[in-house]
């Protein structure tokens, strides 16, 4: 892309053309080392937007509840940014409440803005997309950004550092408490919701409840559990209201400031070393220097590999000591 068409969609995106944002959003995927030269533009933009991440196991209904959490914002004036990581199931979600907005609608709405990411095929890593992405939301002005992922602590995403406000979606005959226990599930959810709710989950409530009587929270939130259902927008309010009531709780008590503090923290290492290993394999080892460490650790008996590996590790550190 040239200079020029960065300008414009640059000038396009801070007009909220939604166009520029899902352009800008393509490149920093594309070229994840380009991110620099986006964000510089927006040194001066102030907004801060408020992250919710909701997870749980595939099907038990996560996007029809991002569905119907966004359009009770939407009527409050809210905007939305959504990225759904790795569905199964396509973001359909049926309607949202009142039929107002179709799902299949969502890309003419002005006020959201929704991008699926598949969890391989980014050249920064879905961790890194998720993060920039998130970054051009708040650019954009967002309000709120949803994140929907699968599954709790995976290896490649981890939500809890991303997210303010941590929902977790369970379902009627999830399981028993053991295994909710054994899934991590209860240390991650600041707050819970069992959707499907006119399927039953009386008893997974109960359950859920009884679980976190027993734990202690060091900082003096008690995660709350609501029931919904997520089709006819049932008991949506009342899981909006525990969402903005942890929000509070972390606002009185600081907790907002560290969470914001390690959105970044945790980023920091990963971006510095992954510049790294992009210097290493473009100046320093690629697969024809491979190819010789190889040749001659065969040649020279394979119990000197460590030794020329400490060579190769000298004579980088030297090159890079020198471009200093
Ligand atoms: N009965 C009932 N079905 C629901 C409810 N909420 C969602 N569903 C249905 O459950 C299915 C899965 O819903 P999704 O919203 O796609 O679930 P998801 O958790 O986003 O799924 P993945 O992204 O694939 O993990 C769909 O057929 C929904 O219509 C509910 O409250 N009650
Ligand atoms: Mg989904």
Redesign the pocket.
């Known amino acids: 892309m040239k200079r020029y068409d960065l300008d414009t969609l640059i000038t396009n995106f801070k007009n909220k053309d939604k166009i520029a944002l899902a352009r800008l959003i393509t490149l920093i995927e594309n070229e994840p080392e380009r991110a620099h030269e986006v964000f510089k533009h927006f040194e001066n933009t102030k907004n801060e937007s408020y992250i919710l991440g909701i997870t749980?196991?595939?099907?038990?209904?996560?996007?029809?509840?991002?569905g119907a959490i966004t359009q009770k914002l939407l009527d409050q004036g809210k905007s939305v940014g959504i990225i759904?990581v790795d569905?199964?199931?396509p973001?359909?979600?049926?309607a949202f409440l009142g039929d107002r907005v179709r799902m299949t609608n969502i890309s003419l709405h002005p006020k959201i803005f929704m991008r699926s990411l598949a969890s391989r095929g980014y050249k920064g890593g879905i961790s890194r997309a998720v993060f920039d992405i998130s970054l051009l939301y708040e650019a954009y002005g967002m309000d709120v950004i949803i994140i929907?992922t699968?599954g709790v602590g995976q290896a490649e995403f981890d939500i809890y550092n991303l997210a303010y406000t941590v929902v977790v979606?369970l379902v009627p005959g999830y399981g028993d408490a053991i295994q909710m226990q054994k899934a991590g599930i209860i240390e991650i959810g600041d707050v819970y919701d069992v959707?499907?709710?006119?399927?039953g989950g009386e008893d997974i409530a109960v359950q859920i409840e009884m679980m976190l009587d027993d734990a202690i929270f060091q900082t003096g939130w008690r995660p709350p559990v609501s029931m919904?259902?997520?089709?006819?927008g049932e008991g949506i309010e009342e899981l909006i209201q525990n969402i903005w009531d942890h929000k509070e709780h972390l606002e009185l008590s600081e907790e907002l400031t560290q969470k914001k503090i390690n959105r970044f923290r945790y980023k920091i290492k990963e971006l510095v070393s992954s510049k790294i290993e992009r210097l290493v394999t473009e100046s320093f080892m690629n697969d024809q220097e491979i190819s010789e460490i190889v040749e001659h650790a065969i040649r020279d008996g394979k119990f000197k590999i460590y030794e020329t590996i400490h060579n190769k590790f000298e004579e980088i550190y030297f090159e890079i000591k020198k471009k200093e």
């Not at 973001?91 to 049926?94: D, E, K, L, M, N």
């Not at 919904?228 to 006819?232: E, F, L, Q, R, S």
Request: charge should be neutral; hydrophobic fraction near 25%; include cysteine.
């Open positions: 749980g196991s595939p099907g038990v209904g996560k996007s029809t509840l991002t759904c569905p199964t199931s973001f359909s979600g049926g929907e699968v979606v959707n499907k709710k006119d399927l919904t259902d997520a089709i006819n």
